[in-house]
């Protein structure tokens, strides 16, 4: 574990390597509730915007940058200008979106998001997740959204808290359940969405029962995949068979994401009981990633 790249972070979450060597994370909680731009040639943090509670990002093309809200539920575009507007706050069927999670783009060019299924006013009380956390209503949402023409498509609901989202070297799509611990696999190889397949589970259920499971997550270019594990105070590997392959454990108990640097062999992983985005030295760099 190497010395934190930022510390002094409000529930950071999203980090995002920008090419030009600084980061973006978000920082959820409402008190700052802004999208935040590191610089790590002297260690300044600043603010891009204030949404409300951003909660994960990824850049296009252009690069333009998306950012999920999750306080007044929307899909974002910022610039790092500050300039923000909003694409979407519903699905194609007209409802409301509720708790817009994390995101990704696709190799056919679209922008994957996962929606938690409830909204966060409905999922924290009092700074903590409900009580009945694993039997409250859930209904979890994956949309695919052509961010030029905002066209959207719900391609899988139903299920509990969706979270983290990322593409593998198969060029599949994967989302994972916090609640369940189960990491879902989507095929994309034929042009459309396939079947959600349970790729593995990353949950320890020997510990004592509390609010835990899997949070962002990240290919690597070993074709392993690196989920982060709120409240288990580790990085669970899955082998491209979706087994276990192995378990990094970071400084803190709650990791919230994981981004591999652009140029480095080096994981940079949000946490929020420590508020710091730590830097975690690994044996591969992370997978290509798509832009829109």
Known sequence: MLEPLMTGLVEPEGPLALEDGRWLVVEMDPSRGCISLIDPSDSSLTVVKKTGRPNGLAIGANGD?????????????????????????????????????????????ALYMTDSGIMHSDMVINGSAREDYDTAPYDGRVYRIDVHTGS????????????????????????????????????????????????????????????????????????????TVFNQHEIVVLGADGVRDSV?????????????????????????????????????????????
């Open 65 to 109: 940058i998306y950012v999920p809200e999750s306080l007044s539920p929307a899909l974002l575009r910022i610039t790092l200008d500050g300039e923000c507007e909003t694409i979407l706050t519903q699905n194609e069927h007209g409802e409301d979106f509720l708790f817009p999670n994390d995101l990704c783009f696709g190799p056919d060019g």
């Open 152 to 227: 959207i498509e719900t391609i899988d609901r139903g299920l509990k808290f969706l979270n983290g989202i990322s593409i593998g070297l198969d060029n599949a799509l994967y989302t994972n359940d916090t609640i369940t611990g189960d990491v879902y696999r989507y095929d994309l190889d034929s042009g459309s969405v396939g079947e959600r397949e349970v790729f593995g589970n990353v949950i320890d259920w020997d510990l004592p029962k509390d609010f835990r499971g899997p949070d962002g997550m990240a290919h690597g270019a070993d074709g392993k995949l690196y989920v």
């Open 248 to 292: 990094i454990r970071t400084t803190g108990n709650n990791p919230t994401n994981v981004a591999f640097g652009l140029d480095d062999n080096r994981m940079y992983v949000t946490e929020t009981e420590l508020g710091q985005l730590e830097v975690i030295e690994t044996d591969t760099t992370g997978a290509p990633l798509y832009r829109g």
